[in-house]
């Protein structure tokens, strides 16, 4: 048998391993166990398993040894369940177990992906008295880390006897690849404490974890050590320091680097064209790109993702088509299996949507984050009777919406107002037991925005958990539907439970606090953003500034305004609007200067606040002044623009005028521009021309009562009853009813309506 060994030492073909397989059998030697072990690994090699296993079926009675070639076998040809498989099989048939076995058993277990047999085999280690073994231990610790158990993985590292290079880099890189880069990073630092000397595997892993975390002087002391050791590279570290400086933002470091690197491989191209994307420079990276085609590199399919990235990112469609054309020609996907996503967000976010529908329906996999991409893009695009013909699309071809499918579907129900449409697919959530947060997220927020609360509040209480974006969704819902006692009620019940709250929480129940005109409430929420971190948000500043504003104080007002750090085009016009409500109409204008003079561009709720503190002021010329002064700043007057100025002259008693502005207008008068002039003419008693605004009021289709008191009010004010009942009639006809007035008081800390 000796005979044979110098020969399975050296590399066979397979006709040779047949020979000598069939000498074997021929002299008697299949008996001998070395024999056959070494046939078993020889056929593994050339990777005729089948024909390893007939050996190791046919032998008597195999040793741990032999069961372990097999199993390490199984495990080269990552066949690891039948890896597994062999496992349990052998501790049936043996007591005795070889710790050579145990390694190539819990890369399967890495490898299938199942913790819990990995913890079973641990368990087996542990009997057998094996758990100190250096080797086993370094199996044990990558096999935790490969399947995501840090906390497992950190405690058999902590449990080494002798940590070398090879245990540290599984740690680190164990960290860095389950995205605990700082952990990684951390790890790092005491290996070199202990003085164990970095590889380039050790050094690939710290880059990228710089990079994640954007720890640019880390990462150049990585450079640094790299340049320093001349530590050798494939070019995947350099690759991965390219990466690490696109990231951070140091495009120069990153250029020098690819410029330096001597052999520019498709990875280095594709390093470099990730680095442009990142940092903004999209025509960059086709400069580089076709720099990478004139030097005869070969892109594969993540240089192309980038490629497509950037011409999304500058919106050139026809480049962008050219690529696609240059892909097409190289036969790269021709099934669009994995830049089917990419070619779909270029074509939708270019505005051609057609040409996204037939890369969808081209691809082989269609994978859900396409479908995802399209039906997104196509809300986004206002496109939803297309978005919910994807989805019906979808499941016709037997693929099931995720979460983040009928998030964005939902979503877009409530923003179109397709209430019925959103109850449908509640049902299907309901169907299909997919009530993610998200999910329910979103049906709070669309029955919210479809004024159904109440069914808003139970999706709410039946929620099995809730981050602050689920209490913060309720809350908006109360609050933007007129329900601002309870929205306050939902924020102390946060409170009270201590729950987490960030800068939306704050701005809703503020909004809440100013449309109910609670202000002790608005003070103690002032009181406890002092005492957190929001206290210099801008949004919240402006919120609380205009709460002050609309219940009365004034002084706390403009005291938040003048201590603000950044003041912008809202904080000034919600501050204009407050002295506006108050008729104080010289700090209205004053404010106004003033915001001019800072360079801060108003918009038009700004020149909307002054024009209706005009009004209310019966300042007619500043008025009418401010009014021409828009267009300077290049805001263009809307209706609520023109129903102000309207407003203005009617109250002055300019009714004429009023009447030929609203005929005159760049489109067609709505109820409140002829509303506006209603009221004018009942101040200053024009019964002539309300006839003609009666007309154009009844021909309007609205469902504002307001308008129809007033005009029936303005008749029997005049005596004619018989138009009154006709208007009060009309209303009736119209299912309209004059809501009953409500005032409110605010009375021991709390709000009481009446």
Not at 7 to 29: P, Q
Not at 262 to 270: E, N, P, R, V
Not at 664 to 682: H, I, K, V, Y
Not at 690 to 714: A, C, F, P, R
Request: overall charge neutral; glycine content about 10%; some cysteine.
């Amino acid at each position: 048998m000796t005979l044979y060994m110098p020969l399975f030492k050296k590399i066979l073909s397979s006709r040779t391993v047949l020979k000598l397989h069939a000498h074997l059998i021929v002299n008697g030697h299949t008996k001998s166990q070395l024999a056959s072990t070494k046939l078993i690994e020889s056929y593994a090699n050339m990777g005729h398993l089948d024909s390893a296993t007939i050996v190791f079926t046919n032998f008597p009675n195999p040793d741990s040894f032999m069961w372990g070639v097999l199993i390490k076998c199984y495990v080269w040809n990552g066949l690891f369940k039948d890896a597994i498989f062999m496992f349990n099989c052998m501790l049936k048939k043996l007591t005795h177990v070889s710790s050579f076995i145990f390694p190539s058993v819990l890369r399967a277990c890495s490898g299938f992906g199942d913790l819990g047999i990995g913890e079973i085999v641990h368990g087996r280690i542990v009997k057998c008295g094996l758990e100190f073994d250096l080797v086993i231990q370094t199996s044990l610790l990558s096999m935790y880390g490969e399947s995501g158990c840090l906390r497992y993985a950190r405690c058999v590292f902590e449990e080494l006897s002798v940590r070398d290079l090879v245990s540290w880099s599984s740690i680190i890189s164990s960290y860095v690849q389950n995205g605990e880069e700082s952990g990684g990073v951390e790890l790092f630092r005491e290996m070199v404490a202990d003085g164990v000397e970095p590889d380039s595997v050790v050094l690939l892993s710290v880059a990228e974890a710089c990079g994640e975390l954007g720890l640019w002087r880390e990462g150049k002391s990585v450079h640094g050590y790299v340049v320093r050791k001349g530590v050798p590279s494939d070019g995947a570290l350099d690759n991965s320091l390219i990466t690490m400086y696109g990231k951070c933002g140091d495009l120069y470091s990153a250029e020098r680097l690819f410029h330096y690197v001597g052999h520019l491989s498709t990875a280095t191209w594709t390093s470099m064209i990730t680095c442009y994307n990142h940092c903004g420079c999209y025509r960059e990276v086709l400069d580089i790109f076709l720099e990478m085609l004139l030097s005869n590199g070969e892109p594969n399919v993540v240089t192309m993702m980038g490629v497509f990235r950037s011409c999304v990112r500058l919106g050139w469609l026809r480049i962008g088509r050219s690529v696609h054309g240059f892909v097409v020609r190289k036969v790269m996907d021709p099934e669009y299996n994995f830049l089917g996503p990419g070619l779909i967000d270029f074509y939708a976010t270019c505005g051609n949507i057609r040409y996204a529908f037939k890369i969808l329906y081209a691809s082989r996999e269609r994978q859900i984050v396409s479908w995802n991409m399209l039906i997104s893009r196509c809300v986004e695009e206002g496109m939803l009777e297309e978005a919910l013909t994807l989805l019906r699309k979808m499941q016709s071809y037997s693929i099931s919406p995720d979460s983040f499918t009928l998030a964005t579907v939902l979503s877009a129900c409530g923003k179109f107002g397709l209430l019925l449409y959103g109850r449908q697919i509640h049902g299907h959530v309901i169907r299909t037991c997919c009530s993610s947060e998200f999910v329910l997220n979103s049906l709070i927020d669309l029955y919210a925005k479809c004024g159904f609360v109440d069914s808003a509040y139970l999706v709410f209480k039946n929620r099995q958990q809730g981050s602050v974006v689920t209490w913060n969704s309720m809350i908006c819902g109360f609050c933007h539907n007129g329900y601002s006692v309870k929205a306050i009620s939902l924020f102390d019940q946060m409170y009270t439970k201590g729950l987490e709250m960030d800068a939306v929480t704050f701005l809703s129940v503020i909004q809440a606090c100013s449309n109910s005109g609670y202000l002790e409430k608005g003070k103690w929420i002032h009181h406890k953003l002092i005492t957190t971190c929001f206290q210099d948000d801008t949004f919240i500043n402006t919120a609380l500034l205009d709460m002050y504003a609309k219940c009365g104080d004034l002084y706390m007002a403009r005291g938040i305004f003048n201590t603000m750090s950044e003041r912008t085009v809202v904080s000034w016009s919600a501050m204009i609007g407050g002295y506006g409500m108050h008729g104080q109409i010289d700090h209205v204008i004053s404010l106004f200067n003033r915001m001019v003079e800072s360079e801060v561009k108003p918009n038009e709720v700004t020149f909307m606040n002054i024009l209706s503190a005009c009004s209310h002021a019966g300042y007619v010329e500043e008025g009418k002044s401010y009014f021409n002064l828009m267009k300077d700043f290049g805001v263009e007057p809307q209706s609520e623009h023109f129903a102000c100025l309207i407003d203005l002259l009617s109250r002055g008693g300019n009714l004429d005028e009023a009447y030929r502005i609203i005929n005159t207008m760049p489109f067609e008068a709505d109820a409140s521009n002829w509303g506006a002039l209603l009221n004018g003419c009942r101040i200053h008693r024009r019964v002539d021309m309300i006839q003609k605004i009666q007309e154009k009021l009844v021909g309007i289709n609205m469902d504002d009562t307001g308008y129809y008191t007033l005009l029936s009010n303005v008749f029997a004010e005049g005596g004619d009853w018989g138009e009154f009942s006709m208007v009060r009639s009309l209303m009736n006809g119209l299912g309209l009813k004059k809501g009953l007035g409500m005032s409110r008081i605010e009375i021991d800390k709390g709000v009481h309506r009446n």
